[in-house]
């Protein structure tokens, strides 16, 4: 595609000697509305050169481009010189450029060889999978899919929290009290209550903390019958997990979690002694932080075991081995930014440069309205209960507004859980937010129904109209106000993919679908697209499918499905 900044650039610096190419591009600046161009050069650092007043300077500059094939327009206004590109250009730039790549628009090669891994979720076995998993969960889905389409080697991880010493406690309880056949029938909820009974009997119990411990090391021994109550642990909260993983169709590479690391502790422990960055406390061994403003952090406990820091560190090293990442990204939420940065900068002490890569990925809260869900206060939310009541929810809307359509089922799940997936991307992760049943499930507004159905609306027209992606196409048609302010967004697509690469923020994308999809409806409401004029029509359908194409792959790289009906 015309990469009409560096147009803009070039043609300066023909005109200029006086600054480099480089010094022009850092000057240039987007106009704050398109009525004063689409791009803008103050002169006033060019006084000396021209002798002249800044003003007297855009106006020079500005005559002698007057009439390039790249800008329709060069003019200045006051000192500055204002660049309008050459609509019919740009709209046969990006439309063609789009039916060319078509759902690979926006992709590039520009990681190719480099390996990113994304660790994400990372749920502990054993307890609920709540509404609060839900911001790791989709963030880096959302992540792993922005690399991936920009031609990173992405490996996506689940890092388990499967490992410490509340499985002795849980391999206690299920010795005392458990029973198989009741914990499969409902696995997550009667771990639960297991491991909260086994808490309060050890208040005036305390020698069954001897036992957790002791079964905790029997577990780390590999002892037969611990080894086999873990798996089986592990594996019954899997499968829990998997379910919602896949409703969500999400996929990951690894689970190795943090009993893949136990075995890997003894060589970790042993680099850091020689390395002599501990030091004993107390019978445990510390790394001392605080030279760098944090508290010291724990690496060996007394009793020989270790935290859930040393698997962080441990696990870093393998993974640098074992991939040989250029990136190495945490998605997890900010109550454990200390966490991260004491373990990061201890594999920096460690002597590796490349602990600068080890990348966290924080996020802030998400909080349910009272009332919303039965929130009864202690009352988990789990969130596979949240997706099948959206699920429900669309089912009910569907049935009211389109009783009709085909594969009801499937689309409701497509809608219900893009629209929640939506509202999580919509804002700056680093923002708290508060879960809204009414806003999320809306057809109108900024919400996941509304991009969809614009989606389906431009489906629909293709259809009607008979799209042939073979026909010519008139751009000069294309250069009205509605129709180039999508093609502008439509144009900036790519580099928001790099944006929200560049900063791990998926919500750059979520916003210009948005602004996309009320553009194109702008459009759509202004403009009779089937017309009698085939011209106008073949012209304004290209439009349409270019629409279709981009949010689709927006929609895309959130995790969300696009439905052609709804
Ligand atoms: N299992 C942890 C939790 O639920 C999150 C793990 C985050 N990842 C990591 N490498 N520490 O809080």
Redesign the pocket.
């Known amino acids: 595609m015309i990469n009409f900044k560096d147009k803009v650039i070039e043609l300066l610096d023909e005109k200029i000697s006086s600054l480099t190419a480089g010094e022009i591009e850092g000057l240039i600046e987007v106009p704050p509305s398109y009525d004063m161009g689409d791009y803008a050069f103050p002169t006033f650092r060019l006084a000396k050169e021209y002798r002249k007043a800044p003003n007297a300077i855009a106006e020079e500059i500005a005559s002698s481009m007057e009439g390039n094939e790249f800008f329709g327009k060069v003019q200045n206004q006051g000192p500055y010189v204002n660049f309008f590109i050459a609509r019919e250009k740009l709209a046969e730039d990006v439309i063609s450029e789009v039916m060319d790549k078509k759902e690979m628009y926006g992709s590039s090669d520009m990681g190719e060889g480099k390996k990113v891994i994304v660790?994400f979720s990372?749920?502990?076995i054993a307890k609920p999978f709540h509404i609060g998993h839900i911001r790791t969960t989709v963030i880096g889905n959302s992540l792993a899919k922005i690399y991936k389409f920009l031609g990173f080697d992405t490996v996506t991880i689940n890092?388990?929290?499967d490992y410490g010493t509340q499985f002795g406690m849980l391999i206690s309880a299920y010795k005392k009290w458990g029973d198989r056949q009741v914990i499969e029938s409902n696995p997550i909820s009667e771990l639960l209550k297991l491991y909260v009974r086994f808490n309060q009997e050890a208040e005036d119990k305390p020698e069954l903390q001897d036992e957790a411990r002791y079964w905790f090391k029997e577990l780390e021994h590999k002892n037969a019958e611990a080894m086999e109550l873990w798996q089986w642990i592990r594996d019954i909260s899997l499968k829990e997990f998997n379910r919602v993983y896949d409703m969500l169709n999400i996929k990951f590479d690894s689970y190795a979690g943090e009993s893949f690391y136990s075995d890997k502790m003894p060589e970790v422990l042993e680099e850091m002694k020689e390395k002599g960055i501990m030091k004993e406390s107390e019978g445990a061994l510390i790394v001392d932080l605080e030279e760098y403003g944090m508290p010291p952090a724990l690496i060996m406990k007394k009793d020989g075991s270790t935290l859930?820091t040393t698997r962080?560190i441990a696990?870093a090293l393998y993974r640098k081995k074992h991939y040989d990442f250029h990136k190495n990204l945490?998605v997890?939420a900010s109550q454990?930014n200390l966490?991260f940065k004491a373990w990061i900068k201890i594999v920096e002490l460690m002597g590796y440069e490349w602990a600068k890569d080890c990348i966290h990925i924080p996020f802030g809260m998400v909080s349910l309205e009272e009332g919303t869900l039965s929130t009864r206060k202690g009352r988990v939310v789990f969130l596979e209960d949240v997706l099948n009541k959206a699920i429900e929810s669309t089912r009910s809307i569907i049935d009211e507004r389109n009783p009709n359509l085909e594969n009801k089922d499937l689309v409701a799940k497509q809608i219900g859980i893009g629209a929640i997936l939506f509202q999580e991307l919509f804002n700056q992760r680093i923002k708290d937010y508060t879960f809204n049943w009414d806003r999320t499930l809306s057809f109108e507004g900024e919400t996941g129904p509304y991009v969809q159905y614009t989606h389906a609306r431009t489906n629909s027209l293709l259809e009607k109209g008979g799209f042939n992606p073979e026909d010519q196409i008139s751009f000069n048609l294309l250069t009205g106000e509605d129709e180039i302010n999508i093609i502008r967004m439509l144009y900036d697509f790519p580099g928001i993919v790099v944006d929200a690469m560049d900063k791990n923020e998926p919500f750059y994308i979520t916003r210009q679908i948005v602004e996309i999809a009320k553009a194109f409806n702008k459009f759509y409401n202004s403009t009779q697209i089937i017309t009698g004029d085939e011209e106008a029509k073949k012209a304004r359908l290209a439009l349409v499918y270019s629409t279709k194409t981009v949010i689709k792959t927006g929609l895309g790289l959130l995790g969300i499905e696009a439905p052609n009906k709804m």
């Open positions: 660790e990372s749920p502990n890092h388990l929290g859930y962080d696990a945490y997890v454990q966490h």
